[in-house]
C-alpha cells in the first residue's frame, strides 16, 4: 500500500523537510515517534557517527561526493564505513550493528549477497518499515513539471518484500505475499500523521486490491 501526500498548506513558511539544522538543533518537524524505545545516538566530541555503506557500481563515488560536501559545510558528522560486496557476506552484521548503535546511515547500491537480498535484509532488520519519496520542482531551476510538490510512502517490509517462497516442486515455485493488521496500521498511521504534521491537505492511497 502506498501513500501520496500533496498540496502543502503555503502558511507553512518552509516547505519540505527539517533541514540538517533543524535536526541538530533537535527540531525536525516530523511528529511521529517510534513504538519502541531505542539506543541513544553516539557523539564523539561534539560530532555525531553515521553509517556510511558505498556499496558498489556509482555507490562509492555517490558517497566520496557526499564526504566532501560535508566537509566543505562544516557539517559535524564523522562518517563510519563499512564496505559490503559479494565477497564480503558477513560483512551485513557489522552494518547492521552500526546502523543499530549510531541510529542513521546513507548507502549507496548494495550488490545481491547469495540468495538473499542485503537491501531487504536490513529493512527487515532494523523493522524499516515506511520508504519516503519526496519529489518536489524547485522555482527558478527548468523542469518537466513545475510546481510538483508530493510525498511518496510505500510498505516497506511486508506483502512481496517479506521474501517467503520455494520451490514446492521443481519449476514450480510459490511466493507467499504475507500482510497483517499491525504493520498495516502503524504504516498507516505514520502516513496520517506527517501528513498532518505537514499540513498536507490531501491523501491518495494507492493499492492492487483489485489484483492481489
Not at 10 to 34: C, E, L, N, V
Not at 84 to 112: C, T, W, Y
Not at 194 to 200: G, I, P
Request: glycine fraction near 6%; charged fraction near 25%; include cysteine.
Amino acid at each position: 500500500m502506498n501513500a501520496v501526500f500533496s498540496n502543502l498548506c503555503s502558511s507553512r513558511g518552509r516547505r519540505g523537510f527539517a533541514t540538517a539544522a533543524d535536526i541538530f538543533a533537535g527540531q525536525t518537524r516530523i511528529k511521529a515517534r517510534p513504538e519502541k524505545s531505542i539506543l541513544p545516538i553516539p557523539t564523539y566530541g561534539g560530532r555525531h557517527i553515521v553509517t556510511m555503506l558505498p556499496g558498489i557500481g556509482s555507490g562509492p563515488k555517490m558517497m566520496e561526493y557526499v564526504t566532501d560536501v560535508f566537509k566543505a559545510a562544516y557539517v559535524p558528522i564523522d562518517f563510519e564505513i563499512i564496505d559490503i560486496n559479494i565477497e564480503k557476506e558477513d560483512q551485513i552484521k557489522f552494518a547492521l550493528s552500526s546502523m543499530i548503535r549510531n541510529g542513521v546511515g546513507i548507502k549507496g547500491h548494495i550488490p545481491q549477497l547469495a540468495d538473499t537480498s542485503a537491501n531487504v535484509t536490513l529493512r527487515s532488520h532494523l523493522d524499516l518499515y515506511v520508504y519516503l519519496v519526496h519529489c518536489k520542482s524547485y522555482p527558478n531551476i527548468r523542469c518537466r513539471v513545475p510546481g510538483l510538490d508530493i510525498v511518496v510512502f510505500r510498505q516497506n517490509t511486508e506483502g512481496e518484500y517479506a521474501m517467503l517462497e520455494h520451490e514446492s516442486k521443481p519449476g514450480i515455485v510459490e511466493s507467499l505475499k504475507i500482510i497483517t493488521r499491525e504493520n498495516t496500521e502503524r504504516f498507516a498511521r505514520w502516513a496520517f500523521e506527517f501528513a498532518m504534521n505537514e499540513c498536507r491537505k490531501k491523501v491518495t492511497v494507492v493499492h492492487k486490491a483489485n489484483i492481489m
